[in-house]
T-cell receptor
Framework: GESVGLHLPTLSVQEGDNSIINCAYSNSASDYFIWYKQESGKGPQFIIDIRSNMDKRQGQRVTVLLNKTVKHLSLQIAATQPGDSAVYFCAELIGGAGSYQLTFGKGTKLSVIP | SAVISQKPSRDICQRGTSLTIQCQVDSQVTMMFWYRQQPGQSLTLIATANQGSEATYESGFVIDKFPISRPNLTFSTLTVSNMSPEDSSIYLC??????????FGDGTRLSIL
């Protein structure tokens, strides 16, 4: 079946560098995508979202890029800090009003080296 | 954004027993969900908790094993019935209001001996 997946399961970056976390999706009907951050012992925390009618969206230190041609989603974190260490999940939303499902990718563990 | 509180935050239970997990949202929400997350893995949707009607279960999950209640727009419970060690996992409540991102509680860490 169609699914959301990630290219890299682990990523180590030096503090202050930029981080890029990638995600591939296969369902062309997906129209909404979310990135979540999950710290140890906590639930997933919403970071940023993007709709399929956009190719880029920026937040505070984070940017999400959507390439519908190759069905690829990425999360860029600028000036990575130790507090960014966590597991990052992409998720896609499929469906219409009143009936949809949020499907999660496998996750990427980001480790920031001080 | 909605603040989601779950309790208990963790528990250790004997096999064959049942545990009910409570989820409280600080505002009325359209939809509530229950997920399971095995340690080190991704999230799997168990069911959508429907207010005033039976929950909608995903493939592999059944009402007899995971009965769900949702008596109003801010509260839901998930019961893990007749537990076995295979049910050891993190159970997460999630909620979404129309046209808003979906948010999660911090989960209930369940261990079955």
């Amino acid at each position: 079946g169609e699914s959301v997946g990630l290219h890299l399961p682990t990523l180590s970056v030096q503090e202050g560098d930029n981080s890029i976390i990638n995600c591939a999706y296969s369902n062309s009907a997906s129209d909404y995508f979310i990135w979540y951050k999950q710290e140890s012992g906590k639930g997933p925390q919403f970071i940023i979202d993007i709709r399929s009618n956009m190719d880029k969206r920026q937040g505070q230190r984070v940017t999400v890029l959507l390439n519908k041609t190759v069905k690829h989603l990425s999360l860029q974190i600028a000036a990575t800090q130790p507090g960014d260490s966590a597991v990052y999940f992409c998720a896609e939303l499929i469906g219409g009003a009143g009936s949809y499902q949020l499907t999660f990718g496998k996750g990427t563990k980001l480790s920031v080296i001080p | 954004s909605a603040v989601i509180s779950q309790k208990p935050s963790r528990d250790i239970c004997q096999r064959g027993t049942s545990l009910t997990i409570q989820c409280q949202v600080d505002s009325q929400v359209t939809m509530m969900f229950w997920y399971r997350q095995q340690p080190g893995q991704s999230l799997t949707l168990i069911a959508t908790a429907n207010q005033g009607s039976e929950a909608t279960y995903e493939s592999g999950f059944v009402i007899d094993k995971f009965p769900i209640s949702r008596p109003n727009l801010t509260f839901s419970t998930l019961t893990v019935s007749n537990m076995s060690p295979e049910d050891s996992s993190i159970y997460l409540c999630s909620a979404r209001q129309s046209n808003q991102p979906q948010h999660f509680g911090d989960g209930t860490r369940l261990s079955i001996l």
